[in-house]
């Protein structure tokens, strides 16, 4: 911190807070935009969404995840560019997901019993 403070000075610092601020609630308008329930407290930087599809998207971009929720701390090496590029990610995925899941064969009540 007393790093940080001597490179950036309090000034520069409140810059950083105030750009996470407004570039995380830029991810949760583009989550909520398209959809996706997600949850941002007011001041935070942390945006909670729906935890995605597959593992793969959850690996690529290091997500926390637990039970059907996820979340990332948005950090002032996010800008703006990068979120759209996970959020545009995320969606490939969720879209894939579910199209996925509708052509996979309905199995009924009885369908697995040989005849």
């Known amino acids: 911190m007393w790093y940080a403070l001597q490179c950036k ?6 810059r ?3 750009m996470c ?11 909520n935009a398209n959809g996706v329930e997600s949850h941002l407290n007011p001041l ?6 729906e935890k995605p599809a597959t593992e793969k998207l959850i690996l ?3 997500l926390a995840c637990k039970g059907d929720i996820a979340h990332v701390v948005v950090m002032p090496s996010a800008d703006r560019r990068k979120l759209k590029e996970f959020f545009d990610d995320y969606m490939k995925d969720r879209t894939a997901a579910a199209a996925a899941a509708a052509a996979a064969p309905a199995t009924e009540a009885g369908d697995d019993v040989a005849a």
């Open 9 to 14: 000075g309090v000034e520069g610092m409140r």
């Open 16 to 18: 950083d807070v105030e």
């Open 21 to 31: 601020i407004e570039n995380a609630k830029y991810l949760s308008d583009l989550f």
């Open 44 to 49: 935070s930087t942390t945006v909670v969404f």
């Open 60 to 62: 690529k971009w290091q």
